[in-house]
């Protein structure tokens, strides 16, 4: 059973910069599409960007475009988001999550395994 576990969350001034990191255990990601999810209080889980296995496939929500970027190390069994540019808006609880299939997808029902979640929080 793989296991997710989400670091590099917390409290950040509007305009600066996170890096979140998603470790996979239990089993081997390196096969798996994996995203980054957030949730805010009171709103939809959305996809905020998403990566192939092998690196060359992405996908990022409009509004994270330019300011995220995704990245994974199939030998660490890693996935990163650096964030930059924070925006208040950005505020939410960050999810790792991963899907058993080639092409990138954006819908959480397709993702098998998810993590427990880092906080992160802009302040304006």
């Known amino acids: 059973q793989v296991q997710l576990v989400e670091s590099g969350g917390g409290l950040v001034q509007a305009g600066g910069s996170l890096r979140l990191s998603c470790a996979a255990s239990?089993?081997?990601?390196?096969?798996?599409?994996m995203g980054w999810f957030r949730q805010a209080p009171e709103k939809e889980r959305e996809l905020v960007a998403a990566?192939?296995?092998?690196?060359?496939?992405?996908y990022y929500r409009d509004s994270v475009k330019g300011r995220f970027t995704i990245s994974r190390d199939n030998a660490k069994n890693t996935v990163d988001l650096q964030m930059n540019s924070l925006k208040p808006e950005d505020t939410a609880g960050y999810y790792c999550?991963?899907?058993?299939?080639?092409?990138?997808?954006?819908?959480?029902?397709?993702?098998?395994?998810w993590g427990q979640g880092t906080q992160v929080t802009v302040s304006s």
């Open positions: 999550a991963a899907a058993k299939t080639i092409v990138v997808v954006t819908t959480p029902d397709e993702y098998s395994y």
């Open positions: 239990g089993g081997t990601v390196s096969r798996h599409v």
């Open positions: 990566i192939s296995w092998t690196g060359a496939s992405t």
